[in-house]
């Protein structure tokens, strides 16, 4: 066993979290550009879509791509509701108030999942095959092809919204400039609503993607969501290429530190990380510095 | 000044209480029902439930009634202080089941000792019986009991490099020390130490660095839902090492989330509750265990837990003592250890004053998984 297949191991597997990272850190931040705030119930959202399908399949006795489907649909209900019921009526409070409502609505989903669908852990079986593949000397499963697969689909996706639609381009407008977009006619409220139905169910679709290789149960939002902020910090709260790289790199340090250096200090590595590029490049890896205009 | 009067009558009352004969004996119970550690709690408390209506409807113990007074601790430490202080002063119970986990045990001790209230914990740490503390007992097997068990049995199997893949919570901990104490005095070689997070989901990283490490076994030790994947990601890599895992995980979900496939052949120490049905007639356990796994099942509707166990064998031992006609917490806690050998759910107990647990290997069978079923090992 040489170390250059150890390593290839290594980032494949980094790869695979990576994307779900990248995936999460693009929901916060197509939140954070349209309203300011940072969503921590997006975790939640990953979590919903992960036991939404296994609720589908299991208890609803729907087919594969229907759970998925209707667990989607579900998550991006309840992002809705919560754009409606908790953020939309409250016009005037602060970002930092804001944040603590999702810190709250977090809590909340977190609890109404345990009571509806229990503490434990549930699996669901991955989409095609657990027959393990081997590509240069490592081996994935067909769930890390998936993975990869819509990860990359959602990215493409994205980028041609929020470049080549009207609907994109008026909440990038938005992100850029919420009173400016307001004065050429762009209703801010209905594209801070279309963010949250977007990142809900983009962060439905890494829980759903994520579920066969790890597992869910009601609380593993909590983790992926601090990951997936890690990822969006990365990428300078940008809705682009660069909170993906982000999200990628961090995966894959996080697994190259682990099989390389001491698997007890993995997560210590991702804040490790956080922490240094909050200091020393505070506005993103791969963004240029702003100035403000007074 | 009514008021007044009314107050002391209520003083009185409480202070004459404990004196009337043919008053209900209070047993306090402290439990993480919900919080991380609910799957813990939720089964202790149904079965403490289930077994004290089950001695009121036969008329009690000694013709008096049980009276049950159960918090949630929340798997809060500081909760777990402050409602142990409530159950002593307010509720003026005769004894406290639980907490649930080592850390909420370690933090009510000090109260159970100084206010003389016998403590049987429900949790498996060394450090709450070792040292013995006067009043303080409890009824899980310790962990090195299991972790003897695993390394008898790679000894059998003649495999004498190890692999430890350990959680790096205070279960993972204690287990960890224990393997590697033992192991080194049975003359086993450690080749790679290796710990992963409760909360990580992917622990390639970690195998395959154990599979360069070329071990004879691998030893897993976590709860839940950590084991199971590194079963999954195993099956993943090719390992054919074989793989011993701990009784964290001896419950048929550990089977259904690892799935049969990948599952298959790993050998770990069971509590004797989830092989209970496999068990010989001639085991003294047998059919304690399958009437207990009986009535759980008829009463919740889910399977007994091993977890459940420790509440059935805190709450007997509390009865055993009361039988032989204690009353006050002081001659309780001397019925407890008093006992003598007693057959419970977590195996056949034999307290005495120098050991408040009073297990020993037997409480633990090792089981192989075969076709996503147990099948005990000679």
Redo the contacts between chains.
Sequence with gaps: ?DLLN?IT??VI?GL??GAIYALIGLSFAIIFNSTGIINFAQGEFVMLGGVMTIFALNVLKLPLLAAVVAAVLGTTAVGLAFERLAIRPLKNATPLSLIIITIGASILIRGVVMLLWG???Q?LPPFSG?T?LEIAGA???PQHLWIFGVTILVIVASRLFFHHTISGKAMRACSFNRKAANLVGISVGRMVLLSFVISSALGSLAGVI?AP???T?Y??G???GLKGFCAAIMGGMGSGLGTVLGGIILGTLE??G??LIS??Y??AIAFLILLLILFLRPQGLFKKGETERV | MKKCLWLCCVILLCVAGPACAAGPIKIGALFAVTG?A??LGEPEKNTLELLVKEVNAKGGIKGSKIELVSYDTGGDVTKAVQLANKLIKNDRVVAIIGPSTTGETMAVIPIAEKEQVPLISCAAGIKITEPVKRWVFKTPANDHVAAEKILIQAQKRKQKNIALLTV?DSFGASGREQLKQMAGKRGFKIVAD????P????M???L??I??AKPDAIICWGT??GP??IT?NA????LKIPVYQSHGVASK?FI??A?A??SEGTTLPAGKLAVHHLLKKTDPQAKLLREYADAYKKAYGVEASTFGGYAYDGFQLVAGALKKGATTPAQIRDGIEKNGKMVGISGVFTITQADHNGLDLSAFEMVRIQKGDWALLP
């Design positions: 066993m150890q191991q290594f597997s695979a979290t503490k434990d852990t699996v657990n393990p081996t994935l499963l994520i290789l790890t597992m149960a609380d593993v909590v983790m992926l697994s190259l682990a099989g698997s007890g993995k997560d | 991380p609910a799957f790096s290796e710990v992963y997070s909360k990580d989901n992917d390639t990283p970690q395959y660095k599979k360069a839940n839902p199971a994947l999954r099956q993943q890599l090719g979900k259904e989330l799935g496939e990948a």
